[in-house]
């Protein structure tokens, strides 16, 4: 099982709203990633969790929330957004965080905010 | 800095053309990984190929070839035979300095394959 899952695959929410994406792999993978990715740009680093704990934040605003509640799971809790946050947000594992290893991406969620 | 650059931001080809994507790094590592990933329509990505600083073999996987040459800081991507399902965007990356996992993306290439 070569699969990263994201549910759900669409989302509309509006500014007031709160949501949460999720994201789960059963390949044992001990690194996974959250990526933001707006229309016809390159997908962007937001989170980067090892072992279960959050390694890095790309500055993202408290707006998005991450959480790893084990190795299999990741959740981007969302609130309060804004307009601009709409994009393709795509969620990657890796055998581990480092160089010599490939991510293995979802189909990612496209979320709209209203 | 750490950059990769995708010049061609589009490319359209008739079906059975070979095509060539460009990729051009810049790193000051000695160690550095790169990557080919490729986006269908879909929205995942899709792994193609890693390749680390120290091994400037090309590499062939059955229509794709890699052509790694670190004294132009490239790694360019060949399509052979081009096919309508080969239509997607393509993305050179490089793995972030100090081992984090990030992988630093290039704009991106959109091939479309017309039959």
């Known amino acids: 099982d070569t699969e990263v899952t994201q549910t759900p695959k669409h989302l509309v929410m509006g500014m007031t709203n709160k949501k949460s994406l999720k994201c789960e792999q059963h390949?044992?993978?001990?690194?996974m990633y959250w990526y933001k990715q707006k229309a016809k740009k390159p997908p962007e680093l937001m989170f980067v969790?090892?072992?279960?704990?959050?390694?890095i934040n790309e500055s993202v605003p408290s707006r998005f929330s991450p959480e790893c509640p084990n190795s299999s799971l990741l959740n981007l809790h969302l609130h309060a957004l804004q307009p601009e946050d709409s994009a393709l947000y795509l969620c990657?594992?890796?055998?581990?965080?480092?160089?010599?290893?490939?991510?293995?991406f979802g189909q990612g969620t496209r979320l709209t905010v209203v | 800095a750490q950059k990769v650059t995708q010049a061609q931001t589009e490319i359209s080809v008739v079906e059975k053309e070979d095509v060539t994507l460009d990729c051009v790094y810049e790193?000051?590592?000695?160690?550095?990984?790169l990557f080919w990933y490729k986006q269908p329509p879909s929205g995942e990505l899709v792994f193609l190929i890693r390749?680390?600083?120290?091994?400037?073999q090309n590499e062939i996987s059955g229509r794709y070839s890699w052509n790694f040459q670190k004294s132009t800081s490239s790694f360019n991507f060949t399509i052979t035979a081009s096919q309508v399902v080969d239509s997607a965007v393509y993305f050179c990356?490089?793995?972030?300095?100090?081992?984090?996992?990030?992988?630093?993306f290039g704009q991106g290439t959109t091939l479309q394959v017309k039959p």
């Open positions: 990657a594992s890796s055998p581990y965080r480092g160089q010599n290893t490939e991510a293995f």
């Open positions: 390949m044992g993978h001990r690194a």
């Open positions: 969790y090892s072992y279960e704990k959050l390694s």
């Open positions: 790193t000051r590592d000695t160690t550095y990984y």
């Open positions: 390749r680390n600083s120290f091994d400037e």
């Open positions: 990356a490089l793995d972030h300095a100090g081992n984090t996992g990030k992988l630093i």
